[in-house]
């Protein structure tokens, strides 16, 4: 499975597990500006903000690691996009979910961290 789709496959992984949790998925995929969510979902009043990093387990460095400070401004920028276009005031948060994948299968979910207000 190339890199492309392990990253759709987490996204889809990561929604689930969100749903599960009892989240309000608001949408995938939002674009604003130079910036990408994957994932803004809503609970107890609270927008979240997720970005969901995808690798096989082994890996020298945490999946969130790849979050850095221009990534996380690029968040933050479409976040502000998202609530202006949708004119809410509700608080807000940054999250990252790290979908660990089995080495020898990537179709099998080792595990999954839920990084709350990260950023």
Request: charged share 30%; aromatic share 10%.
């Amino acid at each position: 499975m190339n890199a492309k789709l392990i990253g759709i496959y987490g996204e889809q992984t990561a929604a689930r597990y969100l749903r599960q949790e009892k989240y309000d998925i608001l949408s995938a995929n939002f674009t604003a500006g130079t910036g990408e969510i994957d994932i803004v979902a809503e609970k107890n009043n609270v927008i979240c903000f997720v970005e969901v990093k995808t690798r096989k387990e082994g890996g020298m460095f945490s999946p969130a690691d790849a979050v850095d400070f221009r990534k996380q401004n690029n968040i933050k920028s479409a976040a502000s996009g998202f609530m202006n276009k949708y004119n809410l005031k509700k608080e807000m948060r940054f999250d990252i979910i790290e979908v660990l994948l089995q080495e020898d299968n990537v179709y099998n979910v080792k595990k999954i961290n839920h990084l709350k207000n990260v950023f």
